[in-house]
């Protein structure tokens, strides 16, 4: 079983910047997707950025050349660096872990990002 905990968020105002971290412990694979999701309310969850275990990225278009993607080389960490933050990135931001094969979904408790203007 795996256990993902979520840190990093807060209070930013525009143009600012952070950075969240995700933590996984428990009996961990060297596999897997990592996945940063958000949603704000009212609003449906989206993909802001994935790595695969082969270090692949992915952005979603709004958040490309401002978000980064990374993890640690264990590959038991992912962090969302953010820059130049706006008010519409303000969301409870998730972090997810996911095995290709299908035999592993996993997900932080989330974190909430609020930019302020």
């Known amino acids: 079983q795996v256990q993902l905990v979520e840190s990093g968020g807060g209070l930013v105002q525009a143009g600012g910047s952070l950075t969240l971290s995700c933590a996984a412990s428990?009996?961990?694979?060297?596999?897997?997707?990592m996945t940063w999701y958000r949603q704000a309310p009212g609003k449906q969850r989206e993909l802001v950025a994935a790595?695969?275990?082969?270090?692949?990225?992915n952005y979603l278009d709004s958040v490309k050349g401002r978000f980064t993607i990374s993890r640690n080389n264990a590959k038991t960490t992912v962090y969302l660096q953010m820059n130049s933050l706006k008010p519409e990135d303000t969301a409870v931001y998730y972090c997810?872990?996911?095995?290709?094969?299908?035999?592993?979904?996993?997900w932080g408790q989330g974190t909430q990002v609020t930019i302020s203007s």
């Open positions: 997810n872990f996911r095995d290709p094969l299908g035999t592993g979904d996993y």
């Open positions: 790595i695969t275990n082969g270090g692949t990225t």
């Open positions: 428990g009996f961990i694979r060297r596999i897997y997707t």
